[in-house]
């Protein structure tokens, strides 16, 4: 069974930032695509931003600039910076990684922008 543990969310104020991490409870080194999405209260899920096993990254044109996703290896975690925040950025944020054609989500982690 794969485990996901995110962490980071909280309130912060317009312009601030937060690092969002997720711990996955195995070798994420040889998964291909990990990636952060949102949900806001109304809306659907949205992917936010990926990162493929070589690096690659692909964002959300909404996030381009703002947002920067990482990995770990050797700590098994996937991360999330956040600068610039803005309230439309306001929603509850998942982690999710892709092993043997099944996905495995984590169980959120809510983030608040205040105006």
């Known amino acids: 069974q794969v485990q996901l543990v995110e962490s980071g969310g909280g309130l912060v104020q317009v312009g601030g930032s937060l690092r969002l991490s997720c711990i996955v409870s195995?070798?994420?080194?040889?998964?291909?695509?990990l990636g952060w999405y949102r949900q806001a209260p109304g809306k659907q899920r949205e992917l936010v931003a990926g990162?493929?096993?070589?690096?690659?990254?692909d964002y959300a044109d909404s996030v381009k600039g703002r947002f920067t996703i990482s990995r770990d290896n050797a700590k098994n975690t996937i991360y999330l910076q956040m600068n610039s925040l803005k309230p439309e950025d306001t929603a509850i944020y998942y982690c999710k990684v892709q092993v043997d054609l099944l996905g495995y989500w984590g169980q959120g982690t809510q983030v608040t922008v205040s105006s």
């Open positions: 990162i493929t096993r070589g690096g690659g990254t």
């Open positions: 195995i070798n994420i080194f040889s998964l291909y695509e």
